[in-house]
């Protein structure tokens, strides 16, 4: 059975950075995608980054230039770098991977960015 667990989430300031990691675990070939949704109170899950296999990423265009995802194809792993981080970036955030034709999440790990 494959399981996603995402770790890093915190509180930070606003101007102030962390780092999100999903590891996977379970046996399974590898994912061509994955990346990470976010969903914060009263809102629709947005899709904030994606990651292929082969790196090509693509990002939301509230996130462009201050989030990176990353990835270790050996690991399966999957990371986001989140920098210059603002009170609207809070959200519970998930990570997703796409093994054959499954979609598998997360639980999801709260960042609360203070102003």
């Known amino acids: 059975q494959v399981q996603l667990v995402e770790s890093g989430g915190g509180l930070v300031q606003a101007g102030g950075s962390l780092r999100l990691s999903c590891a996977t675990s379970g046996s399974f070939l590898s994912s061509e995608v994955m990346g990470w949704y976010r969903q914060a109170p009263g809102k629709q899950r947005e899709l904030v980054a994606s990651?292929?296999?082969?790196?090509?990423?693509n990002y939301s265009d509230s996130v462009k230039g201050r989030f990176t995802a990353s990835r270790d194809n050996a690991k399966d792993a999957v990371y986001l770098q989140m920098n210059s981080l603002k009170p609207e970036d809070t959200a519970n955030y998930y990570c997703f991977a796409n093994i054959g034709a499954v979609l598998y999440w997360g639980k999801g790990t709260l960042v609360t960015v203070s102003s």
């Open positions: 990651i292929t296999s082969s790196r090509t990423t």
